[in-house]
């Protein structure tokens, strides 16, 4: 089935380690965009790709980094930078990353510190 | 900010059709209206969108006012799995697609 894979579904940093969180896509998709969600909140866009090797800084981009090496492929690095990391993590692609697209999203990534 | 109001909670009973509303005052024309849906502890799943004309699909309706100032998406059987918070959104057609989800509506569907 075509759709977009978020792995692991569970996710436990310690303090000062980074973690990467996994998002794959078979759509087809040309852009992708990673968002986090406090509890109780709305979705706030942490970066944004367009199209393989390019990537946009969101509204919440310090602490986290990305890479877009493969056009299915989205990863996001939580780093030690970011010092509340603990969110729903949520990845999201579009045909293309315009506005009168619809953005499909995966079932999240929960992040918790130990 | 999200340029979009909705009311916080709505009942509908179950099989009965939810009608749930949301403002717009201030879309311009290349704005579109989407609406999507989060059951707890899931993804944004996408319903649907327009811009002009009502739309419709396997999963809902949407109805946009003349002056497109606002909108009323339609379940028009509700079932228990229908319950979740439904989000109003609307995005310029030239934007990135950067999604501003507000607070929503919580719709409780009751047997």
């Known amino acids: 089935d075509g759709g977009i894979t978020q792995s692991p579904k569970y996710l436990f940093r310690k303090e000062g380690q980074n973690v990467t969180l996994s998002c794959e896509q078979n759509?087809?998709?040309?852009?992708m965009y990673w968002y986090r969600q406090d509890p109780g909140q709305g979705l706030r866009l942490i970066y944004y790709?367009?199209?393989?090797?390019?990537?946009q800084k969101g509204d919440i981009a310090e602490g986290y980094s990305v890479s877009r090496e493969k056009k299915e492929s989205f990863p996001l690095t939580v780093t030690s930078a970011q010092k509340n990391p603990t969110a729903f993590y949520l990845c999201?692609?579009?045909?293309?990353?315009?506005?009168?697209?619809?953005?499909?999203f995966g079932d999240g990534t929960r992040l918790s510190i130990l | 900010d999200a340029k979009t109001t909705q009311p916080p909670s709505m009942d509908c009973a179950e099989g009965r059709a939810a009608n749930l509303p949301c403002n717009h005052s201030t879309i311009s024309g290349n704005e579109y209206v989407y609406w999507y849906r989060q059951i707890h502890s899931q993804g944004p799943q996408y319903i649907i969108h327009g811009l002009k004309n009502n739309e419709t699909n396997e999963m809902a309706s949407l109805i946009i006012t003349e002056d497109r100032k606002s909108s009323t998406l339609i379940l028009p059987h509700a079932t228990l799995r229908d319950t979740a918070v439904y989000y109003c959104i609307v995005l310029d057609s030239s934007n990135t697609g950067k999604l501003i989800f507000g607070q929503g509506t919580t719709l409780q569907v009751k047997p």
């Open positions: 999201a692609s579009s045909v293309q990353g315009m506005g009168n697209q619809p953005q499909h």
């Open positions: 759509l087809n998709h040309d852009a």
């Open positions: 790709s367009q199209i393989v090797n390019d990537f």
